[in-house]
């Protein structure tokens, strides 16, 4: 399997996911053959059960190269459109993971991943994956559990300019994978963020617990450290060819106070290119 977080996401979205313009699907970390030998692509809509003003739907192409056996790169962009396709925007990503542990059992991968959006937002991320797998190879089931620590920043510029400009988050994840037949595998993540201070994510805050807004930092300096609404994931992955594999998700945000619930799907594919070595 390759890597699907990034956290998209890491979904990223996703991950889900581990900077919020991250777009991945529920996966393990898995790093690449040496050489440039992987291109993702992901689309989606977020929001689904919300007003319109709050949904968006999504594109985002990632790609990854082996620098050496067990270490490896990816660059990658998002699109992003709001639910009546008024307007847009964009971010790009990068980053490095490698695996210091890798066992028939255990596997421990490392991240650091930072992305930036427009105009002047910024966020990285060290994060880890820990793996428990009860057969090589992802063969048949295994536990996951993802921690990334966000350090998110905020260009003092309008309309962000009098407010709090830099924070840092706390983003677990915990899954479970279950290889039902060669080649298709079933994932369910759970995940959830503390935002120990500051903003609460990239390029937004919250007032009062009534979600995003582009004010809000007294009432966050006031609430300090608070968790997000868990979200849980249901992936489905298939390789369709050696070098093929399909993804799809569907993510439930549960309801946070009053807030209702929503939901996101993604589906995409990665292509593993003939490695160069």
């Not at 998002?78 to 255990?106: I, Q």
């Not at 260009?155 to 899954?175: F, I, R």
Request: aromatic residues 8%; hydrophobic residues 40%; glycine residues 10%.
């Amino acid at each position: 399997m390759s890597m699907r977080l990034l956290l998209s996401f890491l979904v990223l979205g996703s991950l889900t996911q581990l900077a919020p313009g991250q777009v991945s699907a529920a996966d393990t970390v898995e790093t690449w053959a040496v050489g440039p030998t992987d291109a993702e692509f992901h689309f989606g809509s977020r929001g689904l059960g919300l007003d319109s003003t709050e949904r968006n739907v999504f594109g985002a192409a990632q790609f990854g190269y082996g620098i050496i056996p067990r270490f490896s790169a990816y660059v990658g962009t998002v699109l992003e459109g709001n639910g009546d396709m008024a307007s847009g925007g964009s971010n790009m990503f990068l980053g490095v993971f490698g695996t210091p542990l890798d066992t028939d059992h255990v596997d421990l991968d490392l991240l650091l991943h930072a992305e930036t959006t427009h105009p002047s937002d910024f966020a990285v991320s060290p994060a880890l994956e820990l793996n428990l797998d009860l057969e090589p190879d992802l063969a048949l089931a295994g536990l996951y559990l993802r921690a990334g620590l966000p350090i998110l920043a905020r260009g003092a510029t309008p309309p962000h300019a009098d407010t709090n400009t830099s924070g840092v988050d706390l983003q677990v994840t915990a899954g479970v994978y279950w290889t039902v037949a060669p080649s298709h595998q079933i994932l369910l993540e759970v995940e959830n963020c503390v935002h120990l201070d500051g903003v609460d994510s990239l390029g937004t805050q919250e007032a009062d617990g009534k979600g995003p807004t582009r004010g809000g930092a007294s009432a966050a300096a006031e609430e300090g450290r608070r968790w997000d609404a868990p979200a849980v994931a249901v992936g489905y992955n298939v390789t369709v060819h050696p070098s093929i594999e399909i993804l799809s998700e569907i993510r439930w945000t549960t309801p946070k106070d009053a807030e209702p619930s929503s939901y996101e799907v993604l589906c995409g594919f990665i292509a593993t290119l003939p490695s160069s070595r």
